[in-house]
């Protein structure tokens, strides 16, 4: 199983530019999340999604969007950078409920200048 | 809303030390209570998770415990060593949507 799958690992946008971050898994998770990591603030959720075709803000959803139209693809897209979106970005996915914790996507890193 | 705290931000301790990292959250009504390791430049390794009915969890040189009443969770770690630097992380999941909710995290430093 290859886990949780984030691409690009890298990527730098200018100041209003749009793209798409990818995460995909293969272990029939319903449970899917993005989260942005910044130093000093910790890990922070975005977006969640609870099956395909059901999504929800999480703590910080402004400036992105998401759409779950397969159980494995959740897709994070911006969509008109702002350099205050720079920052790692991690996906994560879980069958959801008791005793079945996250496996989280080795994360991809946005600079936007 | 679920808090999680961390304290404190950072540590460091000689190499053979038993050490106890602290997690305390605010909402006891959690389905699981999960330990990650992170390091530097890297993504979130899952070391341990408890659920809401157990008491604790054993890997290794690892043992995490679960006090719901109380809001606290700790990780052991026994006998450290260089290796075992890296921040470690704590994570409530509450709420029918599964919603993680992450401390700040310790960075741990082990002296050779």
């Known amino acids: 199983n290859a886990g949780v799958t984030q691409t690009p690992k890298f990527q730098v946008l200018k100041t209003g530019q749009s793209m798409t971050l990818q995460c995909a898994q293969d272990?029939?998770?319903?449970?899917m999340s993005w989260y942005r990591q910044d130093p000093g603030m910790g890990l922070r959720l975005i977006h969640y999604s609870v099956g395909a075709g059901i999504t929800d803000q999480g703590e910080v959803p402004n400036g992105y969007n998401v759409s779950r139209s397969t159980t494995e693809d959740f897709p994070l897209r911006l969509l008109s950078a702002a350099p205050s979106q720079t920052s790692v970005y991690f996906c994560?996915?879980?069958?959801?409920?008791w005793g079945y914790g996250y496996t989280f996507g080795s994360g991809t890193r946005l600079t936007v200048v | 809303k679920q808090e999680v705290t961390q304290i404190p931000a950072a540590l460091s301790v000689p190499e053979g030390e038993n050490l106890v990292l602290n997690c305390s959250f605010t909402d006891s009504a959690i389905y699981n209570l999960q330990w990650f390791r992170q390091d530097p430049g890297k993504g979130l390794t899952s070391l341990l998770l408890?659920?809401?009915?157990?008491r604790e969890q054993t890997s290794g040189r690892l043992n995490a415990s679960l006090d719901k009443s109380s809001g606290r969770s700790t990780l052991y770690i026994a006998a450290s060593q260089p290796g075992d630097s890296a921040t470690y992380l704590c994570?409530?999941?509450?709420?029918?949507?599964?919603?993680?909710?992450f401390g700040k995290g310790i960075t741990l430093s082990v002296r050779p």
């Open positions: 994560a996915s879980s069958p959801g409920g």
């Open positions: 408890i659920q809401s009915s157990q």
């Open positions: 272990m029939n998770h319903e449970y």
């Open positions: 994570a409530a999941q509450t709420g029918a949507n599964s919603k993680l909710t």
